[in-house]
Each structure stands twice: as C-alpha cells, then as structure tokens.
C-alpha cells in the first residue's frame, strides 16, 4: 500500500522519471523478446546447419557406395548402408528406387514437420562416364529441433525479463541523478531568460568531475548563445553594411568585364576582317600578275602575225583580182582569189575572237565594277573558248532574258564559267562529242540566281563539300593542280559577294549561283605585285584540271 502511494507521488512530482520508466520497461521489453526470438531463431538456424551438415557428410561419403552395390546388385550390402544411415540424429526415413524396378528402404515416413532431399546415384564406368543407376530420398525430422527450442524458451525469458527489469530500476534512479534534476534547472533558466536579462548566466550545482559532460556543453551552449545575442545585433547591422558593398563592387565588377569582352571581340572581329583583307589581297595580286603576262604575250605573240598575215593575204587578193581582171579565163588566178578570200575572212575571224579575248581579259585584269549586259557577255565567253570547243563540240544552252544588265565585275562571270565549262569538257565528257550544257539566269528581286548543268558523269556525293578545295583533282597523274574551283569560291564569296553551291544531280554535275545584281560596295583595288615570270603564268587563272567532274 505505501508502494503504491509512493509510485503515484513519482507520477505527479517526476513525471519524466515515469514515463522513462514505463519507457524503459516497455522498450526493454520488446528488445528481450526480440532478442529470445533472434536468439531461437539462431538457434534454429544452427540446427538446420547441423541437419544440412550431416546431409553433405552423407553425400560425399555415402552417395557412390550405395551407386556401386546398386551397380554390383548387391540388395544386402544395400539395407546395411540405409540401416547405417537410419542412426544418424534426425534421419528418419530412407528409400532407393532405380530404372530396374528395385526398391529398398528403411524407417518410417514422419507425420510431421520435415525435410526431404533427393539425391541422384551415378556410377562412373571409365569406357562410358556416368551411368544413373537409381535415386536416394533422404527424409529427416524436425521433432527433435523444435523440443531443444521449446527447452530454451522459458529460461531465456525469465533470464531476460529479472535482467530488464532491474537494470530500468537502475537507469531510472541514475537518470533523475545526473540529468533528471539539472535539466528542470534549465528549464527555470530558459524561461527567465529575457533580453535585459542577458547578463546572468546558466550555473549548475555539480560536482566538479561532472564538468566536461553533455550537460555540461548544454549549459556552455546556452552562455555562449546568451553572449552571441548581445553581439547579433550589430554583426547583423556590419553583415548588412558589407553586403551592400559587395553587390556595389560586384556590380562594378561586371560592368567592367562586360566592356572588356566587348572590347576584346571587337579587336577579334577587326583582325578577322584583315586577314581577309590580306588573303584577298594575296590573291587578287597572284591573278594579276598572271593576268599581265597573258595580255602582253596574246598581244604580241598572235596580233603581230595576224596584222602581217592578214596585210599580205589583202596584198595578194588585190594582185590576184587584178590579174584576174586581164586574164579572166586563167584557172590559176580564179584559184588566187577563192584563196586570199578565204585566208583574209578567216584572219578577220581570228581578229574577232583575240578581239573578245582582250576585251575579257581587260575587265579581268582591272577588275572595275561597272554596267554590263550579262547575256551578251555569256555570248562573249563562249566565242573565245570557241577554238576549245571545236573537238568536243558541246551543245551549249544559255536560257535567260534577251537581255539582263547588272552592276558587277565582268572579269570574275569570265573566270568562274570559264572554268565550269573547261570541267565539263575534260572530266565531265572526257573531250568526247554528244554533252550537253544548261545555263538557266533567273533574276530574283535584287538577286540573280544562275544554275549550271552538264550531262556528263557526275559528282560522287562524297565530292559535294569537297569540290571547292584547293588542290583536288582527278587527273593529278596528267599534270594538273586542281586550283580552279577554289579560285572561283573566292571570287564568288568574296568579290562579288554571292554564294556558290555543288548540289547532288542525278545525271551530270550541278552548280548554283546566287549573286547580287547590283553590288553593296565596291571593294578596294587589289594591290598590283611583280610580274611572274613567263614559264610560270596561267591562262586566266584557269586550272582545267579542277573536279568539277568527276
């Protein structure tokens, strides 16, 4: 009775030591059982490793001999084996059955709770390996497994249930000791705490060898949160103060990078544009000097010869229609004048055609931008290639308008078709009649859109991109370089300003032309350079070994 008026004491004036208590008791408790059902778990499982023990001692060690008298058919040998193995603890039934109809056992079946295995008997004959010559079914119980636990379990219990209990008992009184008692001192503390209070710190009264425990830190803990708040105030006001002067100089920062970058693009950007200035530059005075050799020689090398041939065959028409004249019936005087003619008209043709050729190469070589009839160029073009036409004798089709003036640089439409058509002949149709070539001149608003078509071999596709590349050719082996269509992707994208495409054709190559009619802005003059020697000048620019066909 004074027990029981004590403990309701304990529960109204140390409800924290109760509850731990109660705490203690119910964990405690459920860890005891947890741990007597781990503990006969354990020792269920050892048994079943005993069991499974046995059952590899029994395989190892019995298995070929029952194989070997069931081979021998030896039925006494045989029940010795199984009445052998029947001693062994838990083994409770035993049973051979084999392809031959034989049958042998020992024990009985068990009723309850039990384990069967079968085994597989094999003789192993060295002619002809493993022979199964019958199987073994091996039952054990499980009746002396579970009595051995059920033994356990009662004293595993009582032990676990007087140990629980006296050590709460324990951890309770020595809870309310060490903690229990400091911590409602705390709490008096914390409650007191105000912000003009802040100047009293925590005590408590212990012995000194307690110091240096978590009660201990608690306590220095919450001086040291009491001293950090008369200081939280102005931190927080200096934290504040130094942020906003870091966003300030961070702002300041970016500002200033941002106009770096800005400035250093610039710098990228302006010694791009040089570098294509100087690469142009390179260029146009590699063409013009080539370009000066061509005229000085075509003027001097084809224009002397023809003005002297085409004075002496005028000299000798004048003498033969003369002579004619006295002797009309003389055959050799009707034969002089059919042949100055002759000789006089196609000198006068050959003027023509240099005529054309100076014309182009004019424009070529000074390169100004002015206004001219395209149409009526293209026809220029192809009369000067007309002597390179002549073996392989396309059929060469312009469809555009009657007539199409445009603002541009006359020289660069020479160079580039001169060296599509120059393609054509020697990769496209390999210098053999029957080819044909398309040009189809599309004006496009501002834009002027030209499509260039051949019908001879083609493009592969892997040649598409790689077409405008220096140095590719298929005929490097007869001498060729392969420059040209280069050459006319810079005079394209650079000096007139358009773009040039190689698109995939079924039949024969494909080339487009998207160019403006009038220029933007005249580019700079080319820088004129020394004049190339005469072995190592080109026609033009031309490189007729480029793949514009392949």
Known sequence: MQLLQRFRQLRYQKPLGIRLLAAILLYSSAITLIATGTQLWLDYRYELSAIDERLLQIESSSLNSLANSL??????????????????????????????????????????????????????????????????????????????????????????????????????????????????????????????????????????KHKDDELSQVVDAMNNMRRSMLHDMSKREDAERSLAKLNTELEQRVIDRTKELKERNQELHDTLATLRSTQQQLVESEKMAALGGLVAGVAHEINTPIGIGFTAASYLADQANLYQQHNPDDPLANTAVESSQLICQ???????????????????????????????????????????????????????????????????????????????????????????????????????????????????????????????TTKRNEGCSGLGMHIAFNLVSQLLQGHIYCLANAEGAHFRLDLPVILNKVLPKPLTTEKKPAATQAVSGIDTSLPGNT
């Open 346 to 472: 196609n000198l006068e043709r050959a003027a023509q055609l240099i005529n054309a050729f100076k014309r182009v190469s004019v424009d070529q070589s000074s390169e100004q931008c002015r206004r001219f009839d395209l149409i009526q160029y293209l026809d220029e073009v192809l009369l000067s290639l007309k002597p390179r036409l002549k073996q392989c004798k396309p059929d060469i089709v312009i469809n555009a308008p009657k007539h199409f003036i445009i603002d541009s640089y006359p020289g660069c439409y020479y160079q580039i078709f001169t060296n599509m058509i120059l393609n054509s002949l020697i990769h496209g149709f390999e210098d053999r009649p029957g080819g044909v070539i398309t040009i189809d001149v599309k004006p496009h608003t501002d834009r002027l859109i030209i499509d260039y078509r051949d019908n001879g071999v083609g493009i592969p596709d892997d040649w598409l991109r790689k077409v405008f590349e220096p140095f590719m």
């Open 71 to 208: 081979w021998e058919i030896s039925p006494a040998q045989i029940q010795v084996q199984l009445d052998g193995l029947l001693q062994l603890p838990d083994v409770r039934y035993l049973e051979i059955t084999s392809p031959f109809n034989d049958f042998y056992v020992a024990g009985n079946k068990p009723t309850t709770d039990s384990i069967e295995r079968h085994y597989p008997l094999e003789h192993y004959d060295a002619g002809r390996g493993s022979i199964p010559v019958g199987q073994l079914t091996l039952i054990l119980s499980l009746d002396e497994v579970y009595r051995r636990l059920a033994d356990k379990v009662l004293v595993i219990l009582a032990s676990q249930g007087i140990k629980t209990f006296l050590v709460s008992i324990f951890i309770l009184t020595l809870f309310h000791r060490l903690i229990t008692q400091h911590l409602g001192s705390m709490a008096t503390y914390a409650r007191r705490l105000k912000l003009d209070h802040l100047d009293t710190p925590l005590t408590l009264k212990r012995n000194a």
